[in-house]
């Protein structure tokens, strides 16, 4: 009988005994470890292959960026400047060869009432770049120790963005959204810990400025268990927003002027509540909570308006995804042709004025109207639908839609 031969991998030699799996080849064998080890070597080398180098000719320029941003936001135009000219600089500092001077990262922060476009302009931003791109919210944050997610995890979500490549992620834009909500619940000490407001803002410090962090790719907490991913933040463009709900008194006492009511100062004429948001600055930040060094960290700060009429009227019909698009797109499918009559448009914008929601608040109202419509019309022969102020009256009063936004 003739005697077994013993196979070795032909990497490192090791016996199958010495080994959990030795997997056969034509000419050799590898073991699970050299296999292993082979797939960390290649993935880092397309890693740091796969990272194109940033052509500043073939980067759109700020004008470009705010004609792309105006076919779907209506209005903002200084926050779109702002944000264009961010991206722009961006781009710069990634082309930028060695050199004797260092560009520094311009993180931005804008502050501007629920419904105004914050969200809608960074999502909208994200198909244009040629960079990875993430929206996180920092509601869900936490000191490390407690209930929530580190400060890290923020990361997570850019990493995903660009299948896990690290070198490419690196030179990313992370939107953080609702920054208002960590800001710190007040200045008295207190014997309990801020760890979702003053705490989280610490930690965001060394991300915000750039360094070398521990990111767990899957996000939420770290274990000493699992393996982490070393980021550095250097290059990662952060872009903040946030309501910050009731600035405008702190923005009016620093004026020394009415923020409501109707007097009128000889010295200083009042300003509109609805303009207090022009005049925002660093100061007033800190008067709403947040730390000194976290605002030196987010240099550009910007507002954006309060809608007007016009503005939630052409919101509803003109950018590229207007909402009245949509549901017409939705009806057409089903081979209906929809139509909305001039007063239920104006009674649309007139009831998200009314109960301040903004234009967030226009999808949720056209959606109230339209619900039993969408639910009916595709078992019926119809053709043609065509929604009229009656008919968004009655619909809004069927749903409770009015009493329900009172109690909230």
Do not use: W
């Amino acid at each position: 009988m003739a005697k077994k031969t013993e196979t070795y991998c032909s990497f490192c030699g090791r016996s199958a005994r010495e080994v959990d799996l030795l997997m056969p080849g034509i000419n050799g064998c590898i073991c699970s470890d050299c296999a292993a080890q082979a797939y960390e070597i290649s993935r880092n080398y397309l890693s740091e292959k796969g990272v194109e180098k940033i052509d500043i000719d073939n980067v759109p320029k700020p004008i470009e960026i705010k004609e792309y941003l105006d076919q779907y936001i209506i209005g903002q135009d200084r926050a779109k400047k702002y944000i264009s000219v961010a991206v722009y600089n961006h781009y710069k500092r990634l082309a930028q060869k060695n050199d004797d001077v260092d560009i520094e990262k311009s993180n931005i922060i804008m502050v501007g009432p629920t419904g105004t476009g914050k969200t809608l302009i960074a999502k909208t931003i994200a198909r244009l770049l040629k960079v990875p791109f993430a929206i996180v919210d920092a509601t869900v944050l936490t000191e490390a120790g407690y209930v929530g997610e580190d400060i890290e995890s923020l990361l997570t979500r850019l990493l995903q963005a660009c299948d896990y490549n690290v070198k490419l992620a690196e030179r990313g834009i992370v939107f953080i959204d609702e920054i208002d909500k960590i800001a710190r619940k007040g200045d008295n000490p207190s014997i309990t810990r801020d760890v979702s407001g003053e705490g989280v803002q610490q930690g965001l410090l060394k991300l915000l400025e750039g360094s070398i962090v521990n990111v767990p790719p899957q996000g939420g907490r770290k274990h000493p268990e699992q393996r982490m991913i070393a980021v550095d933040t250097k290059n990662i463009l952060f872009i903040c927003g946030g309501a910050f709900e009731g600035i405008e008194r702190k923005i009016a006492l620093r004026l020394n002027t009415h923020a409501v009511g109707y007097g009128v100062d000889a010295k200083n004429k009042r300003i509109a509540r609805e303009k207090l948001l022009h005049y925002v600055t660093p100061q007033d930040l800190r008067s709403f909570g947040l730390i000194p060094e976290i605002i030196g960290r987010l240099p550009i700060l910007t507002n954006l308006e309060e809608l007007n009429r016009d503005a939630l009227r052409r919101i509803l019909m003109e950018p590229k995804n207007a909402i009245v698009k949509q549901y017409i797109k939705l009806f057409q499918m089903d081979g209906v042709s929809l139509s909305f009559s001039d007063d239920a448009l104006d009674y649309i914008v007139d009831k998200a004025i009314e109960f301040k929601l903004g234009a967030r608040g226009l999808r949720s109202i056209v959606e109230t109207i339209m619900i039993d419509a969408m639910y009916e019309t595709p078992s019926t022969d119809k053709t043609k639908f065509v929604v009229d102020k009656e008919y968004a009256q009655a619909q809004l009063k069927k749903a409770n839609f009015e009493i329900m936004q009172q109690m909230n």
